[in-house]
């Protein structure tokens, strides 16, 4: 059974493009999250969609977006890229919208980007 | 709010050594909580997992049990190999659906 896809793995863009970021889940899961991971600040919850509905979101700016489509897939986007928005990007994926229901969320391989 | 505080580390032991990852958090309700494991370069595995109190995950030798009086959920392996060395996660699954709340994590350094 395939695990959470992330594409692309590596990308570098420049101050002020914009970026996205796709994410296919796990066959048959309906939820899908993205976290951020930087060095200083961690693990950061960005947004959780299920069912194409963004159910919850982050303390991150507007120019963070996401969305999701009818076969579950999803992708984010960045605007107006910053220099700190250099980071790990993970997807994950579980069957209904995870905890507390016991439900296991599944990561992906991340995407790595870096503005320069 | 939910949280998790898990020692940070870097920890460095000898292979054969007993590992001990400490965790506690808070939360309101009946949280999950999970330890998750990030190898180089790589995304973020489920380790082990318990979803109610006393619960005991256990995976690839490592264990960890949900103790809701002291709030923890502390990580062990008696016996640490080389390959274990990896940065784990803490992660606690509670009133936000979807969303897991992650420690800073801890790097582990194992030597041969």
């Known amino acids: 059974k395939a695990g959470v896809t992330q594409t692309p793995r590596y990308l570098i863009k420049t101050r002020g493009q914009q970026v996205t970021l796709s994410c296919s889940p796990i066959s048959g899961h309906r939820s899908v999250s993205w976290y951020q991971q930087t060095p200083g600040q961690g693990l950061q919850f960005l947004f959780e969609y299920f069912s194409e509905t963004q159910r919850n979101k982050g303390n991150f700016p507007g120019r963070f977006s996401g969305r999701q489509f009818s076969n579950s897939r999803s992708e984010m986007n960045v605007s107006t890229l910053e220099l700190g928005d250099s980071a790990l990007y993970l997807c994950?994926?579980?069957?209904?919208?995870?905890?507390?229901?016991?439900?296991?969320?599944?990561f992906g391989e991340g995407s790595w980007l870096t503005v320069v | 709010g939910d949280s998790v505080t898990q020692m940070e580390g870097p920890v460095t032991l000898s292979e054969e050594a007993f590992l001990t990852i400490n965790c506690t958090y808070t939360a309101t309700g009946y949280p999950s909580l999970f330890w998750y494991v990030q190898y180089p370069g790589e995304g973020l595995q489920l380790l082990l997992k318990a979803t109610k109190a006393d619960d005991k995950g256990s995976n690839k030798g490592f264990e960890a049990t949900y103790r809701k009086e002291t709030t923890s959920f502390h990580l062990e392996k008696g016996s640490v190999q080389v390959s274990d060395s990896a940065v784990y996660f803490c992660?606690?699954?509670?009133?936000?659906?979807?969303?897991?709340?992650f420690g800073r994590g801890t790097q582990l350094t194992v030597w041969p």
């Open positions: 994950a994926s579980s069957l209904e919208p995870g905890p507390p229901s016991g439900n296991t969320i599944y």
């Open positions: 992660a606690l699954g509670g009133s936000t659906l979807g969303r897991l709340y």
